[in-house]
């Protein structure tokens, strides 16, 4: 791990000595994930004791869910290298860290707070997020594998029909 640099030294003390909310906005690859990677685990190594999970208590959200997981990842990797070092910290702060925080996507968020009041605004209980963007990518991907492992038949296929705009209409 490295040392955080005067921007991310800024942001944590704004964190830790305002009003433990941070909003930081700036280019890709400019160290925000680090800085917030940096920023929980100064949280937990403070504040994690046995009984109180600081996670709890924490809003931390991302745009996807690979983001979602790296940010998890980088987390416990800083987190065991502080153990590792001679740090101590709570046996069940790594299981926090993946089953009792609010490490999330936005997308999940939002149904999670859309689940709280969705009898007070009318929307069933049991209601889904239909995450159309996703099974889209899904269904590319196992088309993608199709192709590559049936590339003969494909080809046999676009031949035999293909697609509307190559099509020689008498």
Do not use: C
């Not at 000595?17 to 940096?38: H, I």
């Not at 003969?152 to 697609?163: G, H, M, N, V």
């Amino acid at each position: 791990p490295h040392r955080p640099v005067d921007d991310q030294r800024a942001v944590m003390a704004s964190y830790f000595n305002g009003t433990g909310r941070v909003v930081v906005d700036a280019s890709a690859g400019t160290g925000k994930t680090s800085t917030l990677v940096v920023t929980l685990a100064e949280t937990i190594v403070r504040t994690a004791i046995d009984a109180h999970n600081p996670l709890s208590n924490t809003l931390v959200t991302t745009f996807g869910r690979d983001a979602t997981a790296e940010l998890k990842t980088r987390l416990k990797r800083l987190l065991r290298h502080h153990v590792e070092a001679g740090g101590d910290l709570p046996d069940d702060v790594f299981r926090w860290i993946e089953t009792d925080s609010h490490i999330q996507t936005l997308d999940s968020f939002f149904a999670d707070l859309l689940g709280e009041v969705a009898v007070d605004v009318g929307v069933p209980p049991d209601f889904s997020v239909d995450d159309r963007l996703e099974l889209q990518q899904i269904r590319e991907e196992i088309l993608a594998d199709l192709h590559r492992e049936y590339r003969t038949e494909f080809r046999t296929l676009t031949r035999a029909y293909p697609p509307a705009k190559q099509r020689a209409y008498p």
